[in-house]
């Protein structure tokens, strides 16, 4: 069935640092991609997203490039910052459904 | 303005009570939907609604019930608690175009059984 896996987590960096968290998916048809970031005690909202293949989605400095060969949709950052510190959701959906699904989360610490 | 707004932030109760949490959004969006998101941060989807219809109802013990009075109300109600209903509930909206959606999510309502 349709999936998304992502690394686990937490993620423990220092500011400044580099960011990647991994973001494979399976998936029946052609998805759209999606991140979405948790702050603590908030509700998830969209950080960026990418509609087809070769797409790239940003926002706030994070990228993340929808592929199709390689099933992936990797966040990246290139200088997180303490307030980046939240839990990431990588997500797709479905032309023609109404369905979301989740990944698991990555839970991210900044380190001032 | 708030998009999407549930009541209450935070609902404490013993097990085999019944109670309720609502769901607003003032986007015009036309779908609905409930997600569950346990200790770990795993969310999972409960319901959709469509326009008042119910489109998605995931494998959700039936003491939980939907229900959507309009467009704009995707209310949850949930019978005789049990103490793995402890979680977060998020509500959610999406506009029309199916494929390409964002969600919009509310605040979480954290519930507690004990």
């Known amino acids: 069935g349709d999936s998304v896996t992502q690394m686990e987590g937490p993620v423990t960096l220092s500011e400044e640092a580099f960011l990647t968290i991994n973001c494979t998916y399976t998936?029946?048809?052609?998805?759209?991609l999606f991140w979405y970031v948790q702050y603590p005690g908030e509700g998830l909202q969209l950080l960026l997203k990418?509609?087809?293949?070769?797409d790239k989605g940003s926002n706030k400095g994070f990228e993340a490039t929808y592929r199709k060969e390689t099933t992936s949709f990797h966040l990246e950052k290139g200088s997180v910052q303490v307030s980046d510190s939240a839990v990431y959701f990588c997500?797709?959906?479905?032309?023609?459904?109404?369905?979301?699904?989740f990944g698991t989360g990555t839970r991210l610490k900044v380190l001032a | 303005d708030t998009a999407v707004s549930q009541t209450p932030k935070y609902l404490v109760t013993q097990m085999g009570n019944d109670k309720s949490i609502k769901c607003e959004q003032n986007?015009?969006?036309?779908?609905m939907y409930w997600y569950k998101q346990d200790s770990k941060k795993f969310l999972k989807i409960m319901f959709s609604?469509?326009?008042?219809?119910?489109?998605i109802n995931e494998t959700v013990p039936n003491r939980f019930s939907p229900k959507s009075p309009d467009k704009a109300h995707l209310n949850l109600h949930i019978n005789s608690l049990e103490l793995g209903d402890s979680a977060v509930y998020f509500c959610?909206?999406?506009?029309?175009?199916?494929?390409?959606?964002?969600?919009?999510f509310g605040p979480g309502t954290r519930l507690t059984v004990l």
């Open positions: 959610a909206s999406s506009p029309r175009e199916r494929g390409t959606d964002t969600q919009y």
């Open positions: 997500a797709l959906t479905l032309s023609g459904t109404y369905k979301y699904i």
């Open positions: 990418a509609t087809k293949a070769d």
């Open positions: 986007l015009g969006h036309d779908t």
């Open positions: 998936a029946t048809g052609y998805p759209s």
């Open positions: 609604y469509n326009n008042k219809e119910l489109i």
